[in-house]
């Protein structure tokens, strides 16, 4: 019985969960990540199980997984998906139930797993050092009683509930970040950057140009905030709340795992 498990990360969270899930499942099981695979029209996904791991993104799943699954041709008997968030996930597993229900498949089980923030735009919902500690050992639990439920192939369905009220919020939401509130406008590098690159290595969508010591972002971004968290000098901001904000990544995994996702 072979399971594949494709992840999305931008700060490490759900490739740490992913590498736990490879570890509880055990035998004959791969990661693969999202981002290799997207030059391909169609996606041939035809391990027994499949799962998807990645984060909330705006109340719904992050452009790059929506691709991913709109591209994927399944033949799995059995899906699963893991949403990670640091304060809900809203209706983010539901949309990804809907994007699979207009090819004919469905979720067998969806979960979701409280881990580090990283949103910074508008208001800091990073944690502090202790509360990320606690919900990194919580995780590990959660991932154990996940991974049981994928081996005996069990159909528990969607953790949690619908919510009617929250139906229309991530369009609006992704509408704000683009057209009023501009993300991508005001990204900007400060004096404290040494031109390593590091930034323009870990974006996934190859968004970021360094030349003649100016970083320049193109319209190609997905709002991951990979560039500006992993940037040892902290020397990326954007807008007037992320000078003020912590900046996260997990514990686990490295500046190179981020980049060898592409
Ligand atoms: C643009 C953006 C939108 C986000 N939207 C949500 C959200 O709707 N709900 C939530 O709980 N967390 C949200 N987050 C936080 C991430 O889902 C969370 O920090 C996750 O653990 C990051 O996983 P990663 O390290 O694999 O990228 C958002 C983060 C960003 C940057
Ligand atoms: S990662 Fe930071 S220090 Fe390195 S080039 Fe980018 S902005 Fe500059
Ligand atoms: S430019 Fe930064 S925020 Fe945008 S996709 Fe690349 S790494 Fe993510």
Redesign the pocket.
């Known amino acids: 019985m072979k399971t594949v498990i494709y992840y999305f ?7 740490a969960v992913t590498r736990d899930l490879v570890q509880e499942i055990g035998g004959d099981v791969e990661a693969i990540p999202i981002m290799k695979l997207l030059h391909q029209e169609t996606i041939a996904v035809d391990a027994d199980i499949a799962g998807v791991v990645y ?5 719904h799943i992050p452009p790059m997984v929506e691709e991913f699954i709109r591209k994927a041709l399944i033949k799995s008997t059995y899906i699963f998906a893991v949403c ?7 209706n ?1 597993i539901f949309n990804l139930n809907s994007l699979l229900e207009q090819k004919g498949r469905k979720l067998d089980a969806g979960f979701s797993i409280a ?5 910074i ?1 508008l208001k800091d ?1 990073t944690f502090s050092e202790d509360e990320n500690s606690k919900r990194f050992v919580q995780e590990k639990v959660k991932v154990k009683e996940i991974a049981k439920c994928i081996k005996k192939r069990e159909s528990v369905g969607i953790e949690g509930q619908y919510d009617e009220s929250d139906k229309d919020i991530s369009e609006k939401l992704i509408y704000a970040h683009r057209n009023v509130y501009k993300v991508v406008e005001k990204f900007r590098q400060t004096d404290d950057c040494d031109m390593c690159g590091i930034c323009v290595d870990v974006c996934p969508r190859d968004n970021l140009k360094l030349t003649q010591n100016k970083l320049t972002w193109g319209e190609n971004c997905d ?3 990979a560039c500006l968290h992993w940037c040892p000098k902290s020397a990326i901001q954007n807008g007037e709340i992320t000078p003020k904000s912590r900046r996260h990544h ?1 514990p686990d995994i490295s500046i190179s795992d981020i980049i060898a996702q592409k």
């Open positions: 990360t931008g700060t490490g969270n759900s490739l984060p909330a993104w705006l109340h990670l968030f640091a304060v809900k996930p809203y983010s881990m580090g923030g990283k949103y735009l919902l709002y991951c905030l997990h």
